[in-house]
């Protein structure tokens, strides 16, 4: 079994910054892809990034283009995930996935509870 912990979540204004990470435990994480997805309120959850085993693979979906960047560092086992140029459709519950296959879709294995994130002047 694997937990996953986000953390990071909060408030933060329209046009700023925030960076979620997401800690692993109980199996080293170097060997599954990592993602990141969200549900904003009174929707459906979406894809928002994901990174596969080495780093070396990265998809991001197209509204976090040029805004949003997945990262990890696999000697400290956690996995980043860059917001910046927040926008108030950005407010979501984010969710920190790992699976052993690298997806875009909501199909992995393991899933944290989620952070939240709320965009608001």
């Known amino acids: 079994q694997m937990q996953l912990q986000e953390s990071g979540g909060g408030l933060a204004q329209p046009g700023g910054s925030l960076r979620l990470s997401c800690a692993p435990s109980g199996r080293t994480s170097n060997t599954y892809a990592m993602a990141w997805f969200r549900r904003p309120p009174g929707k459906e959850r979406e894809f928002v990034a994901a990174i596969s085993q080495s780093g070396g693979i990265t998809n991001v979906a197209d509204f976090g283009r040029g805004r949003f960047t997945i990262s990890r560092d696999n000697a400290e086992n956690t996995v980043y995930l860059q917001m910046t140029s927040l926008r108030s459709e950005d407010t979501a519950t984010y969710y920190c996935?790992?699976?052993?296959?690298?997806?875009?879709?909501?199909?992995?294995?393991?899933w944290g509870q989620g952070t939240q994130v709320t965009v608001s002047s």
């Open positions: 996935a790992a699976d052993r296959a690298f997806s875009t879709t909501p199909t992995y294995e393991y």
